[in-house]
């Protein structure tokens, strides 16, 4: 079974910067594509950005554009999201996801991901 490990959540200040990562084993990580969505208490899932399977072409939600990149190593089999500035709004369980065969802008709808992760904190204080 595919299994898709996030690391890099906590607490931070706003204004602050984190590097969340997402390890994808028993699976074949190159030929996925990659996203990251975000739950708040209280809130549905949301999507917040999307990396195609050769890295050639990204996606965000608008509320991250500038703030946060997603980027790939398919030789670690990680992919990373790189959150700058951020701020309380920010706070969310983050999630990784892969996805067998989506591309373009099916990559923002949760339910096109074949794969999750198990999630990680990130908190943001006022």
């Known amino acids: 079974q595919v299994q898709l490990v996030e690391s890099g959540g906590g607490l931070v200040q706003t204004g602050g910067s984190l590097r969340l990562s997402c390890t994808v084993s028993?699976?074949?990580?190159?030929?996925?594509?990659m996203g990251w969505f975000r739950q708040a208490p209280g809130k549905e899932r949301e999507f917040v950005a999307a990396?195609?399977?050769?890295?050639?072409?990204?996606y965000y939600a608008d509320s991250v554009k500038g703030r946060f990149t997603i980027s790939r190593d398919n030789g670690k089999n990680t992919v990373y999201l790189q959150m700058n500035s951020l701020k309380p709004e920010d706070t969310a369980v983050y999630y990784c996801?892969?996805?067998?065969?989506?591309?373009?802008?099916?990559?923002?709808?949760?339910?096109?991901?074949?794969?999750w992760g198990q999630g990680t904190q990130v908190t943001v204080s006022s």
């Open positions: 996801a892969a996805d067998r065969a989506g591309w373009g802008d099916y990559l923002m709808l949760s339910e096109k991901y074949d794969y």
């Open positions: 028993r699976g074949t990580y190159s030929t996925y594509s």
């Open positions: 990396i195609e399977r050769t890295g050639s072409r990204t």
